[in-house]
């Protein structure tokens, strides 16, 4: 079993930023492929980024592109989605997944929620206009 806990949401203006935390605990004794998505009420859960366990290669859809960055140590097993020039398109649920068993290797499998076997229960970020 693998644990998520989310961290780092909140209220924020237009434009501003934030920097989301994400922290696995549990078998992790080796590193993981993780993905960031999001939840916005009435609609379904929605992509935002990936990175492969090593943190060599990154995934964005074009919604984020250029205004959000994932990264990771692994040394402390926790993975970060700093997000830029928010919008208040941006406000959902957020949350962090992993796939444990580091199957993905392109943006499609990265993409899909099905490809991930554990999840956190979610932070909430908030853009106000």
């Known amino acids: 079993q693998v644990q998520l806990v989310e961290s780092g949401g909140g209220l924020v203006q237009a434009g501003g930023s934030l920097r989301l935390s994400c922290a696995a605990s549990g078998r992790t004794f080796r590193p993981y492929a993780m993905g960031w998505f999001r939840q916005a009420p009435g609609k379904e859960r929605e992509f935002v980024a990936a990175i492969d366990w090593s943190g060599a290669s990154s995934y964005y859809p074009d919604s984020v592109k250029g205004r959000f960055t994932i990264s990771r140590v692994n040394v402390e097993n926790t993975v970060f989605l700093q997000m830029n020039t928010l919008k208040p398109e941006d406000t959902a649920l957020y949350y962090c997944?992993?796939?444990?068993?580091?199957?993905?290797?392109?943006?499609?499998?990265?993409?899909?929620?099905?490809?991930?076997?554990?999840w956190g229960q979610g932070t909430q970020v908030t853009v106000s206009s």
């Open positions: 997944a992993t796939d444990s068993k580091n199957h993905c290797s392109n943006y499609w499998c990265y993409y899909d929620p099905l490809e991930y076997d554990y």
